[in-house]
């Protein structure tokens, strides 16, 4: 067993072992919001069924997101933003590894690798159950793809959270995305001519009170990437044996397109970068993470 899941298995335990706070005993519910010990807020999300991927007729739409039924089972929280720079230094003793430190704490943290956004969910679970704050058979790990895509959707079926699709696949302003989203078209100016984070929340949110779905940084999920996954029906997560995680939501980045700002848009980066003599974990500064405090085990 690799160490990173074996450390996850040991949380996992202390934490069904043993008692939550009263306001841990909750079910997620659609409209409730949970403050963790840290002061990050999540929205409860209630199981459902919806329509995972895209038509072919979308506007920027790529192949590998074959339209199908979902069902998820059970309710879970997910980030009403995505994790700050402060929170993510608040939780890992200190560290702050983003790029765009200058934005200040409200901004995303992002370089962050893919291992960092999971070991950094399995010191939140402990940082909660010291606090009495973890909700009693629930961890904290990132979305699966169908969790964070069913959360962004909100119910919609269209492009963008908003109920619109795409107004411009060209590089610049598209006019539906401005008030969603920070992305290539918005993002930059003669002092940032790649574009730069900018602080969470001050976009609208969908329809579930989710801000920054779309954009400011990619955001990591759990799921390895197959470009055409066999999905089971119920529940379903992606490949584990593979050395690319899926990334979802675009970003402020100058080299994103604005397909890239679509609630069914995939991306796929590689856990580690392999040169001749040596092997070190890939990180960008387009790319953070928002959390899922899920039922365990699963």
Known sequence: ???DNLIGMMVVVAVMGAGG???AQTEPKFGRVFTNSVGMELV???PGS???GSPESEL???SDEIEHRVTLTKGYWIGKFEVRQNEFAKVMHGINPSCHKKVGGDAPVENVSW???VFFCQELTLHDFRAGKIPKGYWYRLPTEAQWEYACRAGTTSALYSGKELSSLETGKCSNLDELAWYQGNSRDQTHLLGQTHPVGQKKPNAWGLYDMLGNVKEWC?????RHPKWPPKDPIGPQDVESRVCRGGSYHCFDRNNDCRSGARTAHAVVIRTARTVFPFKSDNIGFRV???PSPE
Do not use: C, N, P, T
């Open 115 to 117: 291992k960092d956004a």
């Open 292 to 294: 899922a405090l899920v």
């Open 222 to 226: 759990m799921d390895g990437y197959h």
């Open 21 to 23: 706070s009263s306001q």
């Open 50 to 52: 919806f329509m995972m």
């Open 60 to 62: 920027g739409r790529d």
């Open 1 to 3: 067993m690799r160490v």
């Open 44 to 46: 409860g999300i209630e």
